[in-house]
T-cell receptor, first 114, second 113 residues
Framework: EAQVTQNPRYLITVTGKKLTVTCSQN?????MSWYRQDPGLGLRQIYYSMNVEVTDKGDVPEGYKVSRKEKRNFPLILESPSPNQTSLYFC?????????????FGPGTRLTVL | AQSVSQHNHHVILSEAASLELGCNYSYGGTVNLFWYVQYPGQHLQLLLKYFSGDPLVKGIKGFEAEFIKSKFSFNLRKPSVQWSDTAEYFC???????????FGQGTTLQVKP
C-alpha cells in the first residue's frame, strides 16, 4: 500500500532531550516536507526537500534539523526541544521535485514537550 | 512574503445548505493552488487543485473552486453539503517552481443532520 509513515505517533518528552521523528515513504517520491499544525495557525512548513541531499527552510525552521540521505526517508530532529515545540507534526511527500504537486500526508505525530 | 488567509474559521450549516469558503493569498508571481481536507481522525487529503487553464476546477465529493486572479482568491464551493462533509478545510498556495507550500489557518465545517 502506498503510504507515508511516521514514528512515533505520540511522544511526551522533557525540555532539552534530543529526539527524532522518522518519516518514510514507499512511493519513490522526489519531494518531502515537514509541517507543524497548531490551533488557529493551520499548517506551517518547517523544512522541505526537493531531492536527495537537497533541503531548504520553510517558514518555521528554528529549533529543527532535517536530513535527506536517501530518497525514502526524511527524519525531523529536535536537538533541544522546548515547550513551544509542542505540536502536531505531519510529514508529506509528492512525486514532483517542487511543491506544485499533490502532497500525500502521513498520519501525524503528536509531540508534547514538558 | 507569501501569505494565505481563510476568512471563515468556523462554519455551521444544515444538511443540503450551500457552502462557500473564502481563501485569499498574497503573492505577485505564478502560483499553484490547493484545497485539502482533514476529516476527523484521518490524514489530510487533496480535495482539488489548480495549476493552469480553466479557472473553475472540480474536485472530489462534489466540491469545486474558482480561481480569480484579479482578486487573488480561490474560494471553495459545494452546492449541497452532507453531514459527512464535517471536517477541517485548508487552502494552500505554492509559488510555482519552489518547494514552499503555505497553508491558510483552516476552516472547521460542522454540518448538522
Amino acid at each position: 500500500e502506498a503510504q507515508v509513515t511516521q514514528n512515533p505517533r505520540y511522544l511526551i518528552t522533557v525540555t532539552g532531550k534530543k529526539l527524532t521523528v522518522t518519516c518514510s515513504q514507499n512511493m519513490n517520491h522526489e519531494y518531502m516536507s515537514w509541517y507543524r499544525q497548531d490551533p488557529g495557525l493551520g499548517l506551517r512548513q518547517i523544512y522541505y526537500s526537493m531531492n536527495v541531499e537537497v533541503t531548504d527552510k520553510g517558514d518555521v525552521p528554528e529549533g529543527y534539523k532535517v536530513s535527506r540521505k536517501e530518497k525514502r526517508n526524511f527524519p525531523l530532529i529536535l536537538e533541544s526541544p522546548s515547550p513551544n515545540q509542542t505540536s502536531l507534526y505531519f510529514c508529506a511527500s509528492s512525486p514532483g521535485g517542487a511543491g506544485g504537486y499533490e502532497q500525500f500526508f502521513g498520519p501525524g505525530t503528536r509531540l508534547t514537550v514538558l | 512574503a507569501q501569505s494565505v488567509s481563510q476568512h471563515n474559521h468556523h462554519v455551521i450549516l444544515s444538511e443540503a445548505a450551500s457552502l462557500e469558503l473564502g481563501c485569499n493569498y498574497s503573492y505577485g508571481g505564478t502560483v499553484n493552488l490547493f484545497w485539502y481536507v482533514q476529516y476527523p481522525g484521518q490524514h489530510l487529503q487533496l480535495l482539488l487543485k489548480y495549476f493552469s487553464g480553466d479557472p473553475l476546477v472540480k474536485g472530489i465529493k462534489g466540491f469545486e473552486a474558482e480561481f480569480i486572479k484579479s482578486k487573488f482568491s480561490f474560494n471553495l464551493r459545494k452546492p449541497s453539503v452532507q453531514w459527512s462533509d464535517t471536517a477541517e478545510y485548508f487552502c494552500a498556495v505554492n509559488a510555482r517552481n519552489t518547494g514552499k507550500l503555505i497553508f491558510g489557518q483552516g476552516t472547521t465545517l460542522q454540518v448538522k443532520p
